[in-house]
C-alpha cells in the first residue's frame, strides 16, 4: 500500500510539473508575439 501512495504521489507530483512549466512557457510564447507586434507597429 505504500509503495502505491508513493507511485500516485510521484505521478501526481510530475504531471503537476509539466502543466506548470506548459503554462508558463505558453505565456513567455504570448509575451514575445505582443513585442513582435509592436515592434512591427513602430516601425511603420
Same mark, same amino acid.
Not at 12 to 19: G, K, R
Given at each position: 500500500?505504500? !509503495?502505491?501512495?508513493? *507511485?500516485? &504521489?510521484? #505521478?501526481?507530483?510530475? *504531471?503537476?510539473? &509539466? @502543466? #506548470?512549466? @506548459?503554462? +508558463?512557457? /505558453? /505565456? $513567455?510564447?504570448?509575451? $514575445? +508575439?505582443? !513585442? &513582435?507586434?509592436?515592434? @512591427? /507597429? /513602430? $516601425?511603420?
Amino acid at each position: 500500500m505504500k !509503495d502505491l501512495l508513493k *507511485s500516485l &504521489f510521484i #505521478l501526481v507530483a510530475t *504531471s503537476a510539473a &509539466f @502543466l #506548470l512549466g @506548459l503554462y +508558463i512557457g /505558453e /505565456e $513567455k510564447m504570448k509575451a $514575445k +508575439i505582443d !513585442d &513582435f507586434q509592436e515592434d @512591427l /507597429e /513602430e $516601425k511603420k
